[in-house]
């Protein structure tokens, strides 16, 4: 186990580092592993000489704060208690993650796109898939995400949200470790299958893991009290964790192999 930093709570802020760093790096470098060659070639003409997609997996979190129109984009608030998601409902005019994906993936095929934007549109893609599959990225239970429901994960004081961006990760094992674990999970049924279907379809599987598990594994509380999260919660969410970001990875290389000319 690893000694981190948990972070403070920030009630009334909305978090959108969705897996955090080291999440979205796992999702890219699972996604390396799988790109056809076509795909590298057309990733390394978007990119700047010297750059990689692991590098800048977090690029669309560090430019929110001089850019606070992208904000929503990083989520969608499909109410827990549905049946799932509404696009007109739960999308707004500005966007979210579910249509902001198919925006950018359209940008970044698109020839006739200027370079610096098909750029940002690639690098908010790679993001924006793992957002996606992080379950409090598409569920809302009237608390921005769980940002407003306080937790106490092994004795510090947090939120929901940070939970399952940082907290969880940060009691697994190492990146390269979790590497390991996941990669004999990518059988060829499980690429098959996961690789089928559209957004809308992933973002219904996110929802269902927050309403069965980020939200219905939850323990009780008193009222007003925060709830104490411990080993329990770990051992549930754990394997949440692995098959979202293996899911990611997977969904992340298909989308990119299908959009190289």
Not at 9 to 32: D, K, M, Q, S
């Amino acid at each position: 186990m690893r000694a981190r930093a948990v972070l403070a709570t920030l009630l009334g802020a909305r978090l959108l580092f969705g897996w955090g760093i080291e999440g979205h790096r796992l999702v890219v470098r699972i996604a390396n592993g799988m790109l056809t060659p076509a795909a590298r070639a057309e990733i390394a003409h978007t990119l700047a000489p010297g750059e990689s997609l692991e590098a800048l997996a977090s690029w669309a979190d560090d430019i929110r704060a001089s850019r606070k129109e992208t904000e929503p984009w990083h989520y969608i608030d499909i109410p827990i208690h549905t049946s799932g998601l509404d696009m007109k409902r739960d999308c707004p005019a500005a966007g979210c993650v579910v249509s902001k994906i198919g925006e950018f993936r359209n940008e970044w095929r698109d020839p006739h796109v200027p370079a610096a934007q098909r750029r940002e549109a690639l690098l908010f893609l790679i993001h924006f898939v793992g957002d996606l599959h992080q379950p409090l990225h598409c569920a809302d239970n009237h608390d921005k995400g769980g940002n407003e429901i306080r937790v106490e994960p092994f004795g510090q004081a947090t939120n929901l949200h940070a939970v399952w961006d940082y907290g969880l990760l940060n009691r697994m094992p190492p990146e390269d470790q979790l590497l390991a674990a996941i990669l004999p999970m990518l059988t060829q049924q499980h690429v098959e299958q996961w690789s089928r279907g559209t957004v809308e379809d992933w973002a219904g599987e996110s929802f269902r893991a927050a309403q069965n598990v980020v939200y219905g594994a939850l323990p009780r509380a008193a009222p007003g009290e925060a709830l104490r999260l411990g080993d329990a919660y770990q051992r549930t969410a754990e394997p949440v964790v692995r098959n979202q970001i293996a899911k990611a990875g997977v969904r992340l290389a298909a989308i990119l192999n299908e959009g190289a000319r």
